[in-house]
């Protein structure tokens, strides 16, 4: 499977136990409506199958999984921190009103201010907020994705119009 087959879901945090049972963490908004016969595992560049023996859910955003053939802490250890990903035909369908900050991904950010900074990189959501990461002057900047600076998002054009606090982009471009 390559990576454009694919979906981002989360990555595995820590073993849990001697017998290969690993948390993942997830980043993806609706993980408990996801199937989990086989996780693909980004080593090195390649996506590498693992099937699912057993997932245990829990609510704060993490699983407790144990994998087919991973049946020792030792086996185990090279799945820390790597990405997880499910094949595209596995995405939970969404309605037509339905947005997600994540969706402004390879949108191109403009302020009010400054004009265009760039295409959004990378949107991560953290425990408050969600922040957008922009390449600005080839440096990188973080920015935060809340209703208080976002002026307009347009769809189709891709392009999100943004007030940031005056000052923000300083602290990165000095």
Same mark, same amino acid.
């Given at each position: 499977?390559? $990576?454009?087959?694919?979906?981002?879901?989360?990555?595995?945090?820590?073993?849990?136990?001697?017998?290969?049972?690993?948390?993942?963490?997830?980043?993806?908004?609706?993980?408990?409506?996801?199937?989990?016969?086989?996780?693909?595992?980004?080593?090195?560049?390649?996506?590498?199958?693992?099937?699912?023996?057993?997932?245990?859910?829990?609510?704060?955003?993490?699983?407790?999984?144990?994998?087919?053939?991973?049946? $020792?802490?030792?086996?185990?250890?090279?799945?820390?921190?790597?990405?997880?990903?499910?094949?595209?035909?596995?995405?939970?369908?969404?309605?037509?009103?339905?947005?997600?900050?994540?969706?402004?991904?390879?949108?191109? @950010?403009?302020?009010?201010?400054?004009?265009?900074?760039?295409?959004?990189?990378?949107?991560?959501?953290?425990?408050?907020?969600?922040? @957008?990461?922009?390449?600005?002057?080839?440096?990188?900047?973080?920015?935060?994705?809340?209703?208080?600076?976002?002026?307009?998002?347009?769809?189709?054009?891709?392009?999100?119009?943004?007030?940031?606090?005056?000052?923000?982009?300083?602290?990165?471009?000095?």
């Amino acid at each position: 499977m390559k $990576h454009e087959e694919a979906f981002y879901i989360g990555y595995v945090t820590k073993t849990r136990g001697l017998k290969g049972e690993v948390q993942i963490f997830f980043e993806f908004d609706e993980y408990e409506k996801l199937l989990f016969d086989v996780v693909f595992a980004d080593m090195n560049g390649k996506l590498v199958p693992y099937f699912v023996a057993s997932a245990k859910l829990q609510v704060n955003k993490t699983g407790y999984f144990n994998f087919d053939d991973v049946d $020792h802490i030792d086996k185990a250890q090279p799945l820390l921190k790597k990405k997880l990903y499910l094949p595209i035909a596995l995405m939970p369908e969404r309605g037509e009103d339905e947005f997600f900050y994540t969706d402004l991904k390879g949108f191109t @950010a403009v302020d009010e201010t400054l004009g265009e900074l760039g295409e959004i990189l990378e949107v991560n959501e953290y425990p408050q907020q969600f922040v @957008a990461t922009v390449l600005y002057k080839e440096t990188e900047i973080l920015f935060p994705l809340n209703e208080d600076f976002i002026v307009e998002i347009d769809d189709e054009g891709k392009i999100l119009t943004l007030s940031l606090p005056e000052g923000l982009l300083d602290i990165y471009l000095s």
